[in-house]
């Protein structure tokens, strides 16, 4: 039993540091002699070895506690932004370039199916040290020192985890900051803080609760409260900028980016409320949670004031040449943009109406906004003088977005009814250009009661007057060529079948004109004054209507 006593007092006075394993092994002999000592209070010497023993304890928790608290000095260092990055799935890993740039931050909207890809958990403390620091744990605990264990775990834990989320570009910005922030810089940030909050959870907060669970893994030991103390100011500046941005002033641009933050936090809720189990972690969940929520009530808002910003858009641009408006791409390109997301709008849906069908929704969300816009354009298109103009920007601007529904997913959710009944609207202001452009010129080309020959005697139709509609003829003829040679059909297609809509009603008539009346001025000194242009020369004019600057340009 001395031997033995006297074998463990030199390894408890050489100290943990050399051999850590032979010094516990020392520890619970002399727990042992206590125990035993204890059990026979009628050995003479039993008091003075017990106090003995108890001493050398007492040093040994000291020496311990000391061990501990270099230990977790020397393997809690923050882990660099490059190891962090070799963990992530390789569609993730930021090129050198972009990391240098931004910190390796990927503000493109790239979520979609990286739930699957695969992480590593990073390496926070050697394996082969975890069990030695459950071993200390363990006898600091059983020493009563667990409130000391505690605050050494705590502090050095969650020194080494805020210092690797600065390392990687992780700060706290206020809602001022973020108010103050250029549109280009916000988005950027924002495209970081999604890639840094997948780091963040998938990596380093799933690799603390590893070693948390490992090194208190049978120790009784508050281990779910200090989990929760060392990882609360980095979880808080993490949300706090989600939190800055969504409650920041709201504007249309907005609405992807919050859609993107909103999707994050979806795909990390299971593994936040997994690495934050429990009564002691409650908070955390909650603030994930309640985040994810103001982020959809945000988006949510940011989506109603898209659908009022385009009815009430009051900006004065006049498209002069009767083209798209810049308004009318702006919100196409908007909807198409919403169709990337999809699914994650009809998860926002949910969020507030978890009784009518998502899809239902977004269709409804999706008419309501092309509405809006149609409503706007009415508005916009009675600022024309010329109320050809007004049908021909109308018929322009519907068939862009047909054309472009059809041409996307929105196809699907608006259907072949909404398709269908723009396409009237469309050939319904094509028909009023033609009424509107071209009545007066046909008007002057339709002569009442005139034989086929031009027999004046009995038409009451006279020479002079005759003279008088060719002069007419050419000159609005001429007019319509120098103004509507200005306007634009940007879409191919259209541009051609309302050039040849003119020309069924347009030629015809002339033809007829000429074949009735040609006769009356052909015998005059100047006949070209009269007959300037040929049915055939007419035809090849109409080709250079609706060309815009393109056409005004080859003439120069």
Known sequence: MFAFELQAEAAILRGPHEDLESYLEAVEVLKGIVRFFNSNKNFKSSDSVLNHVNNLLAKSTMKIEEEFKQLMSTYSKPIEPDRLFDCLPKSMR???????????????????????????????IPPRILPLMNDIAQQLVQAGNQQSCYKIYRDSRASALEMSLRKLGVEKLSKDDVQKMQWEALEAKIGNWIHFMRIAVKLLLAGERKICDQIFDGVNFNKGHCFAELTANSVLTLFSFGDAVAKSKRSPEKLFVLLDMYEVMRELQPEIDEIFEGKPCIEMREAASSLTKRLAQTAQETFADFEEAVEKDASKTIVQDGTVHPLTS??????????????????????????????????????????????????????????????????????????????????????????????????????????????????????????????????????????????????????????????IVPDQELRESLRLAVAEVLLPAYRSFIKRFGNLVENNKNPQKYVRYSPEAVDQLLGQFFEGQQWAEQKR
Do not use: C
């Open 94 to 124: 930021p090129t050198k370039a972009e990391q240098e740039a931004d910190g390796g931050g990927h503000s493109d909207h790239q979520s979609k199916g990286l739930e699957t890809a695969i992480y590593r958990t990073p390496t926070l």
């Open 330 to 487: 702006y919100v196409i390109n908007y909807v198409k943009f919403l169709f990337d997301y999809q699914s994650t709008l009809k998860l926002l849906f949910l969020e507030f109406d978890s009784g009518t069908e998502a899809e239902s929704q977004l269709a409804a969300v999706t008419t309501r906004i092309m509405q809006a816009l149609q409503n706007n354009l009415d508005g916009k298109s009675k600022q024309y003088k010329d109320p050809a103009l007004t049908y021909l920007f109308l018929m322009n601007n519907v068939h862009y977005m047909v054309r472009s529904v059809r041409r996307s997913e929105a196809k699907d959710i608006l259907g072949d009814d909404w398709i269908q009944r723009h396409r009237r609207i469309v050939q319904q202001n094509a028909n009023q250009y033609k009424r509107v452009a071209w009545a007066k010129i046909l008007q002057t080309l339709s002569v009442q009661g005139a034989g086929s020959s031009g027999d004046l005697s009995s038409s009451g139709v006279s020479r002079a007057m005759i003279k008088e509609r060719f002069k007419s003829f050419n000159m609005q003829f001429e007019e319509l060529h120098a103004k509507q040679s200005q306007w």
